[in-house]
């Protein structure tokens, strides 16, 4: 088979892919009405937090009727709103098989009053609330002039308004045992989990072993209590309710184009390309309009870049408006928020622990986790391409006289109007044949090569060039010219008239959660050990001994060992211990 071939029938199921919600959304609906309702469980560390402390959090995603994994949604959305209905904090995470984690620490801006922790697939959207996670969260700025609306001269009480008893075991525990109750400072805990090594990988656990509150003891959510109010009928979808598509096999971004120039013309098939220019793997999609006017394309590929571009991939784009769509249709006026009140006299202590925050987060170099880095892949273009490294010929001043002097197999074509375009001469032939190229620089497409002809060439570091007829966009192009320059920002210097910049926001990065590891007595002696979050893996993977280890810090009082997950056949643990550090 050809390299043409290839190209043009792997760009035509790309084109099926990303484009064409004419045909593909019904189709799409239809499906949906085949799929599992999905909701959502979140655990997370703490209920009660101050500004500048983590918060670290684990996302199921569970089919409705029989409690298990969903392999279906692949993105979740994480958001923090404050009282005033306003989302103060937006993460996305990518789901793999039904489960994702992530974390954020709480932005120092914040006020002191309620939150709530929310989280949603695209697909859950369309069952509206009841399969969105909700979590009453209370934050406390400490550095706040104005404590009023939090601080009480009565009695403390919860965010829940209930009681519990702290310090014992939950009634159903029958998986955690601690080697013992009572440690003493940075000493080794073990924690054993009483299942069967041959059991093992049925379970997906998350555990938290955290300091208890004692001036906040507010109800957590938990997965069992979560899902025993789930109604088990009407568990798939309903057609007429569908209004967000699900993102089955990645990020989706929806939005639609309307003709200003021309209100009365036709909307259907238009194509569009979405350009996310990141540094490591840049992203390039075409999708295209269905009658009404409405696109949609699909990111399968992990990204780091806060910023995407969408552009009409036609001579009259000048003509047309791009409108992105919302992130989602949750009215957060609905959200019921639950006051909380803390003593007056215990204010002092959570100075304290801010202070022993700031002691930890100024070793955080030290202690600190690591983002799992990106794996580059693949241009979308293959890897077979000639490169020219400019540094290794004679600069010349404009991109124009370096292509003349030595791109082989790349030439300018006079569009007249002082307009030109990039031409690539496919391998084996003699002849250009009048078609212009596809010119991309730094991962955004340029339609208009005027951009890149005179551009300074001593800020190019590198142009590579593809000789083989390429698909893209509903059209041919023969060839492709990737340009990158030093900066990796040209898009900053150049018109964007006919480009809609989107705000993107990634999806969260994995990230290996490390804690102290005491293996001698004079391992980090010198380091303050201040951490209420003695241990915390969202992803707990059991040894063949079953067991958990970790050490406790500085810290003395009571500590709280949490463990939730789920089984293969949907049965849903959660359970909780208790330690004591002297």
Partial sequence: MTRFRKILIGFSLLMMATAGLSGQNSAIKRDLIELPKEKLYVHHNSNMILTGEPLYYVVYNLKMHDHTLSEYSKIAYIELINDGSDVVHRQKVRLNGGKGFGDFIIPMNLTSGPYKLIAYTRMALNNGWSSVFQSDIAIINPYNDNQNKIISNDSITDISQQ????????????????????????????????????????????????????????????????????????????????????????????????????????????????????????????????????????????????????????????????????????????????????????????????????????????????????????????????????????????????????????????????????????????????????????GAIITNHNNLIDYDSRRIEKINVIRDRFYYGGQVYNGIIYAETFDGNFYNTISLSNWKRIQLFPVNRVKDYNFPLYLNTGANERIPDYRNQLFWNPDLQITETNEVVFYTSDLDGLFEVVLEGVAQNGELISMKTYLKVE
Avoid: C, W
Wanted: proline fraction near 3%.
């Fill in 163 to 442: 009681s519990k008893a702290v310090g014992k075991d939950s009634g159903n525990n029958t998986l955690l045992e601690l080697n013992k109750k009572k440690y003493a400072k940075r000493e080794k805990v073990k924690l054993m989990l009483n299942i069967p090594a041959s059991e093992i990988s049925n379970y997906s656990f998350s555990i938290s072993v955290k300091k208890v509150d004692s001036l906040f003891n507010g109800e957590m959510n938990d997965i069992k209590s979560e899902f025993e109010q789930v109604a088990y009928n009407n568990s798939t979808y309903d057609v007429k309710t569908i209004i967000e598509l699900p993102e089955l096999r990645g990020e989706l971004i929806t939005g639609s184009i309307k003709n200003n120039e021309n209100p009365g013309s036709g909307l259907y098939n238009i194509q569009l390309g979405l350009s996310i220019p990141d540094p490591v793997n840049p992203i390039i999609k075409v999708a295209s309009t269905n009658k009404n006017g409405e696109f949609f394309f699909n990111i399968n590929r992990e990204y780091d870049s806060d910023k995407a571009f969408v552009e009409v991939l036609s001579p009259d784009a000048k003509s047309y408006e791009i409108a992105i769509d919302d992130a989602n249709n949750l009215n957060y006026d609905e959200l019921q928020f639950k006051d909380f009140k803390i003593n007056e006299n215990s204010y002092s202590n959570l100075l304290e622990r801010s202070v022993n925050n700031q002691i930890e987060n100024s070793y955080i170099e030290v202690k600190k986790g690591s983002l799992i880095a990106l794996k580059k892949e693949l241009p979308f273009f293959g890897s077979e391409f000639i490169q020219y490294n400019l540094d290794d010929y004679t600069r010349f001043k404009t991109v124009k006289e370096t292509v003349i002097e030595f791109i082989e197999g790349v030439r300018l074509r006079s569009d007249g109007d002082n307009s030109a375009h990039f031409e690539v001469r496919e391998e084996g032939e003699y002849n250009y044949n009048n078609v212009p190229g596809l010119l991309i620089v730094d």
